[in-house]
Every structure is written in structure tokens, then in C-alpha cells.
């Protein structure tokens, strides 16, 4: 079975500083790995997917991600954490079932951006 | 563009009383439906899933059902709720045609309290 794993449960970054949030994978097959934000009490929203190509992966709002096949990770980046930023990020692996896809999600991880 | 909607957004009900949520989809024709829940504001479960009407695949044994009356429009239903049931649903939707790289899009979530 597909995996997902986000060691960190919260991550601190000051302002401006750049910030990485992590994700490792186990899959069988190629990975297909996606990025979501969750601001509270809302639902996730979409920010980047690595299915093939380019290692290194953009997405919305200055976030990009870099795939490592070696490392099997897929961590988060941006280069200068905005308090907007602020948020819960899960990571997620496609799993294919019955010819269709499933996403299984990583635990979570909290980003706090202090002023 | 594609919107998903999802209703109500917050719903505090009695043990043992019915429940009934609602997602439709616009702007796309059958697509791949799915509930999750998301408890303790961290980890999502795979609730549902639906590639077609009345075409309904359950991850989990529990005590919700899900429904698919017409194309684009899902349901999550329980005849007696249970204290357990509190959580987040989030419904979701993706593109039908098999790839392993569609990407799945989140509604806005609903708040269940069962008191």
C-alpha cells in the first residue's frame, strides 16, 4: 500500500526566512505526490502535484516542491515564509483502486510564520 | 471553471438522529466523487467513493452511507448518528477520464457536532 509520511508536526519559521516542510513516500510504482493547504475551518486547496518530469515542482502562491527518487521525499518550499502562509499542509500520495484514483494523506503538518 | 459546493456548513445534531450532507459539482460531466472526514483537525480518512450514479465503493465499515441520485451530486447520509461522528467532512470531486495525475478538488468542508 501507498504511504505518506509528514515527521513534523509543526514547523516555525520566521518571516521572510525560507521554510521547507517535509514529506517522505513508500509507494509501489511511480509516485504520484501532491501538496494541499488547509487554512482553519476551511477545505484543502490544491497547491502542486509532481507526476513526471522536472524534479523540481511550482506551484500557487511562491510554493514549488522537489522531488527526490533517491530520498524518496517530496518536500515543501518557498524561498520567504509570509504570515499568510500560516497554515495546515498535508502531503498525499495517488494510490490507484479499481482503475481510479484515491489520495492517501500524510498526517499534517503545522505551519506557524511568526512576524 | 469547475466549483464544488457543499452543504450545510456546520450542523449540530442530537445521538440518534438523522444526518444528511450535500456536495454537488458544476462545470464537469462524470466526475469521480468522494467523501472525507477529517478528525481532530489533522488526519483525513477516505469515507466514499463514486465513479458513477448509484455507483458507491466504501473504504471504511461505519455508520454513514453515501448516495449518488444524479451525475454530479453526492450524499452522505446516516440514519442514527453517533457521538463518534463528530468530525469534518470534506467532499471532493475529480476528472473521470483515468489518469494517474488528475488532481482531486476539495469543497469547503461541513462541521458536524453531535451532541
Known amino acids: 500500500a501507498q504511504s505518506v509520511a509528514q515527521p513534523e508536526d509543526q514547523v516555525n519559521v520566521a518571516e521572510g526566512n525560507p521554510l521547507t516542510v517535509k514529506c517522505t513516500y513508500s509507494?509501489?510504482?511511480?509516485?504520484?505526490l501532491f501538496w494541499y493547504v488547509q487554512y482553519p475551518n476551511r477545505g484543502l486547496q490544491f497547491l502542486l502535484k509532481y507526476i513526471t518530469g522536472d524534479n523540481l515542482v511550482k506551484g500557487s502562491y511562491g510554493f514549488e516542491a522537489e522531488f527526490n527518487k533517491s530520498q524518496t521525499s517530496f518536500h515543501l518550499k518557498k524561498p520567504s515564509a509570509l504570515v499568510s502562509d500560516s497554515a495546515l499542509y498535508f502531503c498525499?500520495?495517488?494510490?490507484?483502486?479499481?482503475?481510479?484514483?484515491?489520495?492517501?494523506f500524510g498526517a499534517g503538518t503545522r505551519l506557524a510564520v511568526h512576524p | 471553471s469547475q466549483t464544488i459546493h457543499q452543504w450545510p456548513a456546520t450542523l449540530v445534531q442530537p445521538v440518534g438522529s438523522p444526518l444528511s450532507l450535500e456536495c454537488t459539482v458544476e462545470?464537469?460531466?462524470?466526475?469521480?466523487l468522494y467523501w472525507y472526514r477529517q478528525a481532530a483537525g489533522r488526519g483525513l480518512q477516505l469515507l466514499f467513493y463514486?465513479?458513477?450514479?448509484?455507483?458507491i465503493s466504501s473504504e471504511v465499515p461505519q455508520n454513514l452511507s453515501a448516495s449518488r441520485p444524479q451525475d454530479r451530486q453526492f450524499i452522505l447520509s446516516s440514519k442514527k448518528l453517533l457521538l463518534s461522528d463528530s468530525g469534518f467532512y470534506l467532499c471532493?470531486?475529480?476528472?473521470?477520464?483515468?489518469?494517474?495525475?488528475?488532481?482531486?478538488?476539495f469543497g469547503e468542508g461541513s462541521w458536524l457536532t453531535v451532541v
Open positions: 463514486s465513479v458513477g450514479i448509484g455507483q
Open positions: 462545470g464537469t460531466s462524470n466526475p469521480n
Open positions: 498525499a500520495v495517488r494510490e490507484l483502486s479499481g482503475g481510479y484514483n484515491k489520495l492517501i
Open positions: 509507494v509501489s510504482g511511480n509516485p504520484y
Open positions: 471532493a470531486w475529480s476528472v473521470r477520464k483515468e489518469s494517474s495525475g488528475n488532481t482531486i478538488y
